[in-house]
């Protein structure tokens, strides 16, 4: 083995002149380096979006959703509520009360989802801290004139909602008004009515801001306070269509969840975030494979460069092939030199090319040298790097290219 590696080291480093073969040699070794690179830096942008995404979800969707595995809605009465806070690993957990609704301000409208939420919502969602405008209020007591005696001093409750992004500039509301918008749902348990009045429930809230989280989220969502929900719903003070289960980040999603189905039982279904948005993983894991199963056509197609280098090699080392023969090498022996060699190339330029990805991906971590533009979640292309990428890179980019040398060198005939 040593006398094949130092001659084909001898052919790949000791080169006293450039000949065409040298040149073709060097554009093999630049082409796979450059698709090694092109593989690290797409992945991890993708990464970078992945994740960014995922965390925008996250920020509405709870770490498990418990629901009603028949019918719409129950009653938190006939849960162990405390059971479930002494799950390990629950932190906090808060109802939910959701229906689809209409919701009209002047002569502009939108059908939402209509989502009722308890104080401790904000412990289970960071949707808090994702408002573009406003503040997260959604009930607010204001005192009444005209009592002499605090303690008994009367309050008016007024109710405000969030609006999604989307939803809150189709309905044209402006920062400076004070018009309230107008939430309507259909009576329950009745016949529809002629009038707006006989079929529909209709309350009034002020928006209090409006929240940018993802396109799904903010076409379609209006976060209101789950009491104000319940009035419209006719539902009773402890009934709700899920519960919200926020979890401690060290603890095991999947550990959590089964601890907690145990203790519901089978009226009940608990899902996780992957379970809640099941479209989007789906279709985020099969864009992963399709972006590297294309790179690979690609790292596929450069090899030819390395293919055709050894051809023209072969040729021009002859001499050099009938002189070892003659001094009694083997023929697999002389195969193995350019085969080594081959690898030799794609090695170094896998490497090269796995180490120029690190480094551009890098300066895009803390540099943020290429923009996104000013209408973005975020001012720079996101990028997430993962051992995991580099190690499949190096072993697909060598695979490829280890076996097209051992095909060509093979056809050669040597």
Sequence with gaps: MQLPFFIACRYFFSRKQKTVINIISWISL?????????????????????????????????????????????????????????????????????????????????????RGVDEQYTQVTGLDTLLYEGQYLLRHKVPQTGATDDSVQPSLTLNYILIGAEVYYNLGIRDVSNTPVAVHIPKRGTAMGMTMEQALNTAYAMPAGNFYIQQDIDNRYVVADADFVRSLMDYSPDECTALAIALDPHCSPQKAKAAVSSILGSDFTVKDRFE????????????????????????LISTLNLVASLSLLVLDKRRDIATLRSLGMERHIIRRIFRIEGVMISTFGTVV?????????????????????????????????????????????LSISTLSVFLAVRRKGI
């Excluded at 509405?60 to 479930?84: C, N, R």
């Excluded at 989007?280 to 399709?290: A, P, T």
């Excluded at 973005?376 to 072993?395: N, Y």
Aim: charged share 10%; proline share 3%; glycine share 8%.
């Design 30 to 114: 630049v082409g796979i380096a450059v698709c090694t690179t092109a593989l690290v830096v797409v992945l991890s942008v993708y990464n970078g979006i992945g994740k960014l995404t995922q965390g925008l979800f996250n920020s509405f969707d709870p770490p498990l959703l418990v629901q009603p595995a028949q019918g719409k809605t129950f009653h938190t009465s006939t849960i162990d509520i405390a059971s479930l806070h002494k799950v390990k690993g629950v932190t906090a957990v808060s109802c939910i009360v959701e229906e689809n609704a209409w919701v009209t301000y002047h002569h502009n409208q939108a059908i939402v989802s209509l």
């Design 276 to 299: 809640q948005q099941p479209i989007y993983y789906k279709v985020f894991r099969s864009e992963r494979l399709g972006i590297y199963l294309i790179l690979g056509l690609i790292v």
């Design 353 to 397: 090319g796995l180490i120029i990805g690190f480094v551009i991906c890098f300066l895009q971590q803390h540099f943020e040298i290429v923009k996104m533009g000013d209408n973005f979640v975020v001012s720079a292309f996101p990028v997430a790097m993962r051992g995991i990428d580099f190690l499949l890179t190096f072993i697909m980019v």
